[in-house]
């Protein structure tokens, strides 16, 4: 372990061989070794190294990915775990990917990485699944749920690369109270994957591949059967999204509202928001990250703009069509 970790002491994590290596031997040996303890004490049948070895590979990425800004600001010298075959796609230096003019693709270097993570995820939950003992159960399994919870809030996340993105300290707390057996791991997992999924947008180059590997983890935990009670992390998040449709309603069934004019304007990266007519303010809530703002072009050839709230925990998507004279960015 310790030579294997040596050779990244002067060579950088070029390719994504290199990475998956590195993060390999980093992780891998402590995992497999401590299940060879678990197998000694009676606790656990000694899994198979692959999927020992695999879990750690995906706590390892997790870490490497959360921890850019922490890593790359390092002195005397960075250390940069990134892979050049991913971010050379983007940048030239590794560092460029804090830079303002460089946001855009930075979220898009990220997304590809949490991409890459997210193949781990389906081995982790069968090695998970295959843990008996309760102490030895807890002890695995509270990590993968931090990790997945933690690439669902980096995932297109410009602060990563500008404040670091961490869970709170109420959240960790939660998960580690609630995970107490497989049920909860798979709830998590589905939970996280939804809120992840919200956030996809399909401009980005590995969209579609992001969708594919977060309906396979959904997909697993569903066939688990265990998905009937189902524990909200994310109470405060479903919350507003709750009181905010209720205000809606209201305003629409009670309030009609009078004609407002309102433009769309194209923000800094790329995205497209709402903002008042008498100014370059954004709209309440219009640059929220549950919001997009959408143009379609009609078959005579004209634009409507829709508004697409996200919700991921809901099951069924509203499609509201309102009348005319009724102006829908009033209740934004």
Known sequence: MGAWMAKFICKEVETMDDYEEYCHYVTGPIGIGMFKIFESSGKQDFAPENLSSIMGVFLQKTNIIRDYLEDISEIPKPRMFWPREVWSKYVNKLENLKYDENSVKAV???????????????????????????EVFRFCAIRPVLAIGTLAFCYNNIDVFKTGVKLRPGLVAKIYDR?????????????????????????????????????????????????????????????????????????????????AIYRIKKSENGKLTVVSSSSSMPIPLADDSSLDVLLIDTNRGNKIVAFYLKNPYARLTLLYSHGNDVDFSRFL
Not at 200 to 210: A, C, I, K, L, Y
């Open 108 to 134: 898009q270097c990220l997304n590809e990485m949490i991409t890459d993570a997210l193949k781990h995820v389906e081995d982790c939950l069968k090695h998970m699944s295959a843990l008996k003992d309760y």
């Open 179 to 259: 995970t107490k057996m497989m049920t909860d791991v798979y709830n998590a997992f589905f939970e996280f994957a939804s809120v992840m999924k919200s956030k996809v947008e399909m401009h980005d180059p590995h969209s579609m591949e992001t969708l594919s590997r977060l309906n396979n983890i959904q997909d697993i935990c569903r066939e688990s059967g265990l998905l009937n009670n189902r524990k909200f992390y994310i109470i405060r998040r479903e919350q507003r999204l709750y009181n905010f449709a209720l205000f809606m309603s209201a305003k629409f069934a009670f309030f009609p509202p009078s004609l």
